[in-house]
């Protein structure tokens, strides 16, 4: 009787050693994937901001009284390049920095209405194309991103891998959300 109740022990405790290494591995791979969503983001986030200072250049040459609508974008490029580079800066933070730099493309795509030349212009067709592709990869990578935080965060929270991320320590991921001001951005049509 001993020697099965050996046994028992035995397998039950081969049986939490195994879900143990393998709810770890899972929310190792999940944190993992949440650190490559982001990566993605900040990939196509440098992209937008490199693109920037051409689409900057091409509207100034056709708008060159509108020096207020480039100092922002100026302003808020450079803030998007320097927040890249500052690892201590939280993700609703960054998520700011770059819907300011959002709002003020918006601002210079309003400029850039009022400048039929400018509008037939061939350069600046192919920036705004290029734009309008980087914002839906932005779009997207914003999205993936989003979906594996939560289910990191689902596997951080719920019972039992809860428990395996509280003695290992794997905390919560933040969202990447937009800010509430972002909502207000104005629309803007190039037709």
Not at 134 to 160: G, M, S
């Amino acid at each position: 009787m001993a020697m099965v109740c050996g046994i028992v022990a035995a397998v039950i405790a081969v049986i939490l050693i195994l879900w143990l290494v393998l709810a770890y591995n899972n929310l190792v791979s999940l944190r993992n994937r949440v650190a490559n969503g982001w990566a993605q983001i900040d990939v196509a986030l440098k992209q937008r901001a490199d693109l920037v200072p051409n689409l900057v250049a091409t509207v100034q040459g056709y708008a060159t009284h509108e020096s207020k609508v480039f100092e922002e974008v100026t302003k808020a490029r450079a803030q998007a390049v320097e927040a890249a580079g500052n690892a201590n800066l939280t993700r609703e933070d960054r998520a700011a920095i770059e819907a300011r730099l959002t709002q003020a493309l918006v601002q210079l795509r309003a400029v850039a209405e009022n400048y039929p030349q400018l509008q037939a212009s061939q350069n600046f067709m192919s920036l705004q194309q290029q734009l309008a592709s980087l914002e839906d990869k932005i779009a997207y990578a914003r999205q993936f991103y989003n979906d594996v935080t939560l289910k990191y965060n689902n596997a951080t929270q719920q019972i039992p891998s809860n428990i395996v991320a509280s003695l290992f320590h794997f905390e919560a991921a933040q969202y990447f959300k937009a800010p509430e001001s972002a909502a207000n951005v104005p629309t803007v049509s190039f037709s």
